[in-house]
């Protein structure tokens, strides 16, 4: 059974450069998540797919976040102008689709350095 | 809106001995899932149990269980035998609507001593 899987798992970068990180779900999940999560606090909800569709985004992701799900797969989250508060752990999750009971299953996430 | 509250920045507990990690929630909604993963130092977030807000009985994953009392909003999360690999920081977290994503509390960080 295959996780969910994020590359790269470390990334560093200096200020203003773009970045960009990648999260291939569960095979069988329609649903795709993105977290951000910062050092001593929970993962904050960022954005979510069902499908290729995004369906909910967070006031967190300003204009220089983007994310994208073309073939209902996997997803990539980029960042633009990168700032100092954009150091985070970038966690991708995935579900099946249906009630409140379905769980997130979490890949190993990204951490995102900014010099 | 939601929220999710863990009090307890930080928790010690013996190892066999049983732990009860504390968290309250409040939310307007009627249907709502209830979450506890487990979040060791490498990062990962591990799914422990899950608990329904029209389930009868509290859920219980082998050395988990979820103490759900409904009507003071609070679903602790009960560790039985508790080992040294279960030392950690563990999330408790609230399916929102429209019933996509999840909102978490601030998280506990349990410390098993031998």
């Known amino acids: 059974d295959t996780g969910v899987s994020q590359n790269p798992r470390h990334k560093i970068t200096k200020r203003g450069q773009n970045v960009t990180f990648r999260c291939d779900p569960i095979s069988e999940h329609n649903r795709l998540y993105w977290y951000r999560q910062t050092l001593g606090q929970g993962p904050e909800f960022l954005t979510y797919?069902?499908?290729?569709?995004?369906?909910?985004k967070s006031r967190l992701l300003s204009d220089r976040f983007s994310a994208e799900r073309p073939k209902g797969s996997f997803s990539t989250l980029e960042i633009q102008r990168t700032e100092q508060g954009d150091s985070a752990m970038y966690l991708c999750?995935?579900?099946?689709?249906?009630?409140?009971?379905?769980?997130?299953?979490f890949g190993d996430g990204t951490r995102l350095s900014i010099l | 809106a939601q929220k999710i509250t863990q009090t307890q920045p930080g928790m010690f507990v013996q190892e066999k001995e049983a732990v009860t990690l504390d968290c309250t929630y409040d939310t307007s909604d009627q249907s709502y899932g209830l979450f506890w993963y487990k979040q060791p130092s490498s990062g990962e977030m591990i799914f422990l149990i899950y608990?329904?807000?029209?389930?009868?009985q509290n859920a219980t994953e082998g050395r988990y269980s979820l103490n759900f009392q409904k009507a003071r909003k609070s679903a602790n999360l009960v560790i039985s035998a508790s080992q040294l690999g279960d030392s950690a920081m563990y999330f408790c977290a609230m399916r929102g609507p429209p019933r996509g994503k999840l909102i978490f509390g601030q998280g506990t960080e349990l410390s098993v001593k031998p």
């Open positions: 797919f069902q499908n290729e569709a995004q369906l909910e």
């Open positions: 999750a995935s579900s099946l689709e249906g009630g409140s009971n379905q769980p997130q299953h």
């Open positions: 608990q329904g807000s029209y389930d009868e």
